[in-house]
RNA sequence: CGGGGCGUAGCGCAGUCCGGUCCAGCGCGCCUGCUUUGGGAGCAGGAGGUCGGGAGUUCGAAUCUCCCCGCCCCGACCA
């Protein structure tokens, strides 16, 4: 292809509107335009890479037995109704209707139309398992849409989900794709792990993400360098801490604070880091008020607490905490709290000489001796995992590292069999719903990844497998019918094996094509100018290595494929 | 949704505080011609703007006031 014939138009400046390194070389080098927040047009060279990785998705997931299909983007209400989820969906699920007025989402996930289709299909144990997939375009309306493709209002998503007629099974369609992933993201060039993950709103039991680690990655997850344990911080567990610390013997004493609420302002008055404090929360969960104390400068993992109590919890209104402790917010305790279940995290005991809420407006207690002044009988994890965290599963201390989630497969169990009817008669004529997994790759978020992780201050150096062309060949010169004579010759070589190639042919000047270059990041470079008249050598480069190699033409094919070998 | 910032040519920006000297300017890019071609070329000529939109104040508005829209960043109930 000649760089004349196509449409790459590079820009020399960064972007103001973009913060992170794929966001700003994904425009500077024309990979992609916005349209609006969190809608972005796909330019050629963009697309190529897409489609690249489309295709070592496609072709794992084909390998792993999974087959593909394209569902509707758009999906009758009544079908989310059937799982819970139009409600349950809330703002982030596009919706729109027809002009008779019937009411459609435009789909975030496809669960409810998957779970819908093999519903129809299936109805022996003999049908199974199956596992569908499909590559198609998600919507869901962001809070807020940041970072180009990374988080986009709408998106290129595989999602595929498997049917098993048991638990053995539906653990092995889960053990299969998560293999896949490994594969998958290897072949993109990306060094990606697996974590262990929050199910959130898919519900289900298990789940891991795929990280790709990136300091700008909107993820934190929690890694133990000894023994490897690495998991979300969302769901990452903490070991229960070391022996506890040397008590106060202080009187306890009630110290007035008017108007002081939060930690902040009550580490400013008492002189006291926050880790002196002991916050206490109360939380709603299922109708019943529960008291959570933790350190003043720790934070409460609510999906934790819910696994506690049982119930999703959240936050109580001013009324409740009036109820509760007898004050209104910000003056909670646990000295003295009766009449609500009392939790607390396991940070709560490293507290030597406490500070806490009264218990009544304007109040708070110094020299709480937590063992003397309100025994707890067991401390429990709930906070987020946070650096120096003992690891849950060895004596080891937990890490804190940024990732991009570019894939989550999950075991969803029965959720969406028995909601939408995908049950199956089995062995014995008994109707059984079938037990699923689903399996998400952000398609078009990996593009942004592998550039997070294959980029230097110059501009974007591709992988081979996933790079728009293998070959860059700059023609110094153009006009000089020499040069042209010498590229043309070059492109035929190299197309001859299979290699596909692109001819920068514009008349701009060297400077211009070499940092054009090094900015859409070829893996390949070949160049023919001045000194290739003068000494019959061409210049090959790849883009992730500085060494220089000049051969006659007839070597070249054979070194850049060994060049794209380590690319 | 809360807070902050920004909106002037395709891109990056100056001008706005203190209205007139701006029927708006700079760099890059773009078009024509000639020269040039190994790390963002030179000369000459040229095109391109409802200054985000609307209303207002004023003799006069990119500049002041009000409303609206868009975009970016940070945060989102932690007592």
Same mark, same amino acid.
């Given at each position: 292809?000649?760089?004349?014939?196509?449409?790459?138009?590079?820009?020399?400046?960064?972007?103001?509107?973009?913060?992170?390194?794929?966001?700003?070389?994904?425009?500077?080098?024309?990979?992609?335009?916005?349209?609006?927040?969190?809608?972005?047009?796909?330019?050629?060279?963009?697309?190529?890479?897409?489609?690249?990785?489309?295709?070592?998705?496609?072709?794992?997931?084909?390998?792993?037995?999974?087959?593909?299909?394209?569902?509707?983007?758009?999906?009758?209400?009544?079908?989310?109704?059937?799982?819970?989820?139009?409600?349950?969906?809330?703002?982030?699920?596009?919706?729109?209707?027809?002009?008779?007025?019937?009411?459609?989402?435009?789909?975030?996930?496809?669960?409810?139309?998957?779970?819908?289709?093999?519903?129809?299909?299936?109805?022996?144990?003999?049908?199974?398992?199956?596992?569908?997939?499909?590559?198609?375009?998600?919507?869901?309306?962001?809070?807020?849409?940041?970072?180009?493709?990374?988080?986009?209002?709408?998106?290129?998503?595989?999602?595929?989900?498997?049917?098993?007629?048991?638990?053995?099974?539906?653990?092995?369609?889960?053990?299969?794709?998560?293999?896949?992933?490994?594969?998958?993201?290897?072949?993109?060039?990306?060094?990606?792990?697996?974590?262990?993950?929050?199910?959130?709103?898919?519900?289900?039991?298990?789940?891991?993400?795929?990280?790709?680690?990136?300091?700008?990655?909107?993820?934190?997850?929690?890694?133990?360098?000894?023994?490897?344990?690495?998991?979300?911080?969302?769901?990452?567990?903490?070991?229960?801490?070391?022996?506890?610390?040397?008590?106060?013997?202080?009187?306890?004493?009630?110290?007035?604070?008017?108007?002081?609420?939060?930690?902040?302002?009550?580490?400013?008055?008492?002189?006291?880091?926050?880790?002196?404090?002991?916050?206490?929360?109360?939380?709603?969960?299922?109708?019943?008020?529960?008291?959570?104390?933790?350190?003043?400068?720790?934070?409460?993992?609510?999906? !934790?607490?819910? @696994?506690? /109590? *049982? #119930?999703?919890?959240?936050?109580?209104? %001013? $009324?409740?905490?009036? =109820?509760?402790? &007898?004050?209104?917010?910000?003056?909670?305790?646990?000295?003295?709290?009766?009449?609500?279940?009392?939790?607390?995290?396991?940070?709560?005991?490293?507290?030597?000489?406490?500070?806490?809420?009264?218990?009544?407006?304007?109040?708070?207690?110094?020299?709480?001796?937590?063992?003397?002044?309100?025994?707890?009988?067991?401390?429990?994890?709930?906070?987020?995992?946070?650096?120096?965290?003992?690891?849950?599963?060895?004596?080891?201390?937990?890490?804190?590292?940024?990732?991009?989630?570019?894939?989550?497969?999950?075991?969803?169990?029965? !959720?969406?069999? @028995?909601? /939408? *009817? #995908?049950?199956?008669?089995?062995?014995? %004529? $008994?109707?059984?719903? =079938?037990?699923? &997994?689903?399996?998400?790759?952000?398609?078009?978020?990996?593009?942004?990844?592998?550039?997070?992780?294959?980029?230097?201050?110059?501009?974007?150096?591709?992988?081979?497998?996933?790079?728009?062309?293998?070959?860059?060949?700059?023609?110094?010169?153009?006009?000089?019918?020499?040069?042209?004579?010498?590229?043309?010759?070059?492109?035929?070589?190299?197309?001859?094996?299979?290699?596909?190639?692109?001819?920068?042919?514009?008349?701009?000047?060297?400077?211009?094509?070499?940092?054009?270059?090094?900015?859409?990041?070829?893996?390949?470079?070949?160049?023919?100018?001045?000194?290739?008249?003068?000494?019959?050598?061409?210049?090959?480069?790849?883009?992730?290595?500085?060494?220089?190699?000049?051969?006659?033409?007839?070597?070249?094919?054979?070194?850049?494929?060994?060049?794209?070998?380590?690319?």
């Amino acid at each position: 292809m000649k760089w004349t014939n196509t449409l790459i138009s590079t820009q020399r400046d960064d972007p103001q509107e973009a913060e992170i390194p794929s966001h700003r070389l994904m425009l500077r080098a024309g990979l992609m335009r916005k349209l609006a927040s969190g809608l972005y047009t796909w330019l050629p060279l963009g697309l190529k890479v897409l489609r690249k990785v489309e295709t070592i998705v496609r072709e794992e997931m084909d390998r792993a037995g999974a087959l593909e299909i394209l569902m509707p983007i758009l999906q009758p209400r009544e079908l989310w109704e059937k799982s819970g989820r139009w409600e349950a969906m809330g703002p982030i699920m596009l919706r729109s209707q027809t002009h008779g007025g019937r009411e459609l989402a435009l789909g975030p996930t496809h669960e409810e139309v998957v779970t819908d289709l093999v519903a129809r299909e299936i109805s022996s144990y003999r049908q199974l398992p199956v596992n569908l997939y499909q590559i198609n375009t998600k919507f869901r309306d962001e809070i807020r849409p940041r970072f180009g493709v990374m988080r986009s209002r709408e998106f290129i998503m595989k999602d595929g989900y498997s049917f098993d007629l048991d638990e053995a099974g539906a653990d092995r369609s889960y053990r299969l794709m998560y293999q896949a992933y490994e594969r998958i993201f290897r072949r993109c060039g990306l060094e990606a792990m697996a974590v262990e993950a929050d199910t959130g709103v898919m519900g289900g039991k298990e789940s891991h993400e795929f990280m790709v680690p990136a300091e700008t990655g909107e993820d934190a997850i929690a890694v133990c360098p000894a023994c490897g344990y690495a998991a979300n911080v969302e769901q990452a567990a903490i070991g229960a801490g070391s022996s506890a610390p040397e008590r106060t013997a202080e009187k306890l004493e009630e110290v007035a604070t008017p108007g002081l609420r939060t930690v902040e302002e009550l580490s400013g008055f008492f002189s006291a880091p926050p880790s002196r404090f002991i916050k206490t929360l109360i939380y709603l969960a299922g109708g019943k008020p529960a008291a959570v104390l933790i350190r003043g400068d720790r934070e409460v993992n609510e999906s !934790k607490l819910a @696994r506690r /109590l *049982g #119930a999703a919890a959240v936050l109580a209104d %001013g $009324e409740t905490i009036r =109820a509760v402790t &007898g004050a209104p917010l910000g003056f909670a305790g646990p000295v003295g709290l009766t009449g609500v279940e009392v939790l607390a995290d396991y940070s709560v005991a490293a507290v030597a000489d406490g500070i806490t809420g009264g218990n009544r407006e304007d109040l708070h207690l110094r020299h709480v001796n937590i063992d003397r002044d309100c025994p707890i009988p067991e401390y429990l994890d709930l906070a987020i995992a946070a650096a120096g965290d003992r690891c849950p599963s060895c004596s080891g201390n937990l890490a804190i590292r940024r990732g991009i989630e570019v894939g989550h497969v999950f075991k969803l169990g029965t !959720k969406y069999s @028995r909601s /939408l *009817g #995908a049950v199956f008669n089995d062995e014995r %004529g $008994e109707e059984q719903p =079938a037990i699923m &997994g689903c399996y998400g790759i952000g398609v078009s978020r990996t593009v942004a990844a592998i550039i997070e992780q294959h980029h230097d201050e110059k501009g974007i150096i591709w992988p081979a497998a996933v790079a728009p062309y293998q070959v860059l060949l700059l023609a110094l010169a153009p006009d000089r019918p020499e040069v042209a004579a010498a590229a043309e010759d070059l492109t035929v070589r190299l197309s001859g094996r299979g290699l596909d190639l692109l001819y920068d042919d514009r008349s701009a000047s060297a400077g211009v094509k070499f940092n054009d270059a090094d900015l859409i990041g070829i893996p390949v470079r070949l160049t023919v100018g001045k000194k290739f008249l003068q000494t019959g050598l061409v210049e090959v480069k790849a883009r992730n290595s500085d060494e220089l190699h000049a051969v006659p033409p007839e070597e070249v094919p054979d070194l850049v494929e060994r060049l794209l070998g380590q690319a």
